[in-house]
């Protein structure tokens, strides 16, 4: 029933494939097997995409209302437990696993040895919304009703290359820059990717990437400029920053959220606390005016 909602969700086997962080075949081998089982035909394979049938829109309404019950029922459970023990699902992004999150991990592992930390860089609103995760630390410019937290910092931008890559350029200049790496479609609703969009020129991009770590990793290499999180490009001093007034004005938000069910359980309590004051302590560091980090209080 997972997978016929993926798909029910994502129209195709390759985007259900990534929320479920399983191979697309997996996926349609599962709703292969289900529709053999029950003599059903879920969904018409069209060149646009998987649509429900008029059988799969029927089980699709009672896979919605099973779904919203366990998940209710999970949450009020999960919400009564006072204990500093447990497992702790965190989802987050491949930026923060890539900068400065592992030592507050690891910071917040010492003080709680009996909180065993699961993480995922999946997506947070899918993992929240199906209590496939208690807490997300996220970056975006807003986030769902339904979820409660804080903004513990602002995120700034900045452009980023090689120092060798700069002086093969000829100048740093984003007008003048000739070879650019870049967001692809899925990173399309960013801020910073609009700003893109409308000042870099096609035949002036030499890559685009699923992920702001794989720009960064090219544009270390020299493959290409990069429009990164200064928590990201100054996390590796191998590179180096370009200040642009124009992208002064771009900010996201860093966020600690979780359910309003789970703000009372303790693991969870405890985690969102300790999280949120690292991360705000490190405000300048998000905004770009500090260079370096030391992501942990002293103890």
Known sequence: MKYVLAVAEHKTLAAAGRAMRVNHTTVLRRINAFEHNYGLRLFERLPSGYALTEAGDELLKSAREMQDIISRLEGTLTGKDLRLEGNLRVTTCDTLMGSVLPEILAGFSRLYPGITLELTTGSFVTDLAQRDAHVAIRTADDVPESLIGKRTAD???????????????????????????????????????????????????????????????????????????????????????????????????????????????????AFTGYASRELQRLGSFFLGRALTYNTLSPM
């Open 155 to 269: 995120v700034a931008f900045a452009i980023y290359a090689s120092p060798q890559l700069i002086e093969q350029n000829g100048a740093a200049h984003p007008e003048r820059i000739r070879r650019w790496v870049v967001p692809d479609i899925t990173l399309g609703g960013m801020a910073v990717s609009r700003w893109q969009r409308k000042h870099i020129p096609e035949a002036a991009i030499a890559m685009r990437a699923d992920s702001l770590v794989s720009l960064q990793r090219a544009a270390l290499a020299g493959l290409g400029f990069a429009i990164l999180p200064c928590y990201l490009g100054s996390s590796d001093a191998r590179l180096t920053k370009i200040e642009y007034s124009e992208l002064g004005s771009i900010r996201t938000g860093l966020w600690v959220l979780t359910h309003e069910d789970l703000r009372r359980t303790a693991r969870v309590n």
